[in-house]
C-alpha cells in the first residue's frame, strides 16, 4: 500500500527553466508534507516543507505548493540549476514523527 | 556542528553474521530515527527514540534487529544473524521532539551481504 506516490521516475530539464516534481498521497491524516534532495552515496538533504494549514510555502528558488482537495503536492524549482540534478524525496507524515517516503523522482538539468 | 554522522559507511559482512551501526546525531536533537532504503525505493520507516525511549517499531524490524540509545545521545542498530535481504542503506535522522519538524538525516550505512 504506497500512500505516497512519485509517479514520475524521472525528469529533464533545461537549466534556466522551471522543474516541477509531483507528489501525490492517498492518507487524508497526514498533516505535514517535506521535500528531500539526494545525492549519489549520501543521505537526504532537507529541503523545504509545509504544514497542512497552508497551501504554499516557497525558500529562495524552491516552493511547494499543497492541493489538500486532490491529495497532491508540486515542488517548484525556479530557474533550475546543474546543481539540482539529484533524486528528490517527498515525504508525508501525521503526528510529528514517522515519515512515509515516496520512491523518488531523479531530476537532471541540462545545461 | 557537524550534522548526523554514521559509523561505517560502507559494511560487507558474510551471510550469518552479527553486524552493529552507529548514529550520533545532532547534539540539541532529542529524537532519533532508523531508516532502510533498497534500490529504487523511498526511505522505510525502522524505529525511533526520543532520547533514550524506543516509542516505536515498524513491522520491517524483525527479531534479528535490535537499536538502542542508552543515554539518549547516540544509538546502535544490530542485525544479527545477516540475511542477504538485509542488504540496504540504513539511515539515521535526528530532529527535535516539537510538532511539524524537520529530520536531518547521515551519510548512511551500506551494507552488503554476500
Known amino acids: 500500500d504506497q500512500q505516497v506516490k512519485q509517479n514520475s521516475p524521472s525528469l529533464s530539464v533545461q537549466e534556466g527553466r522551471i522543474s516541477i516534481l509531483n507528489c501525490d498521497y492517498t492518507?487524508?491524516?497526514?498533516?505535514?508534507f517535506l521535500w528531500y534532495k539526494k545525492y549519489p552515496a549520501e543521505g537526504p538533504t532537507f529541503l523545504i516543507s509545509?504544514?497542512?494549514?497552508?497551501d504554499k510555502n516557497e525558500d529562495g528558488r524552491f516552493t511547494v505548493f499543497l492541493n489538500k482537495s486532490a491529495k497532491h503536492l508540486s515542488l517548484h524549482i525556479v530557474p533550475s540549476q546543474p546543481g539540482d540534478s539529484a533524486v528528490y524525496f517527498c515525504a508525508a507524515a501525521s503526528g510529528t514523527y514517522k515519515y512515509i517516503f515516496g520512491t523518488g523522482t531523479r531530476l537532471k538539468v541540462l545545461a | 556542528d557537524t550534522g548526523v554522522s554514521q559509523n561505517p559507511r560502507h559494511k560487507i559482512t558474510k551471510r550469518g553474521q552479527n553486524v552493529t551501526f552507529r548514529c550520533d546525531p545532532i547534539?540539541?536533537?532529542?529524537?532519533l530515527y532508523w531508516y532502510r532504503q533498497t534500490l529504487g525505493q523511498g526511505p522505510e520507516f525502522l524505529t525511533y527514540?526520543?532520547?533514550?525511549?524506543?516509542?516505536?517499531k515498524s513491522r520491517l524490524l524483525s527479531d534479528r534487529f535490535s537499536a538502542e540509545r542508552p543515554k539518549g545521545s547516540f544509538s546502535t542498530l544490530e542485525i544479527q544473524r545477516t540475511e542477504q535481504g538485509d542488504s540496504a542503506m540504513y539511515l539515521c535522522?535526528?530532529?527535535?521532539?516539537?510538532?511539524?519538524?524537520?529530520?536531518?538525516f547521515g551519510q548512511g550505512t551500506r551494507l552488503t551481504v554476500v
Open positions: 535522522a535526528s530532529s527535535l521532539a516539537r510538532t511539524f519538524t524537520e529530520a536531518f
Open positions: 492518507n487524508s491524516m497526514f498533516d505535514y
Open positions: 547534539s540539541e536533537h532529542n529524537r
Open positions: 527514540f526520543q532520547n533514550e525511549a524506543q516509542l516505536e
Open positions: 509545509i504544514s497542512s494549514i497552508k
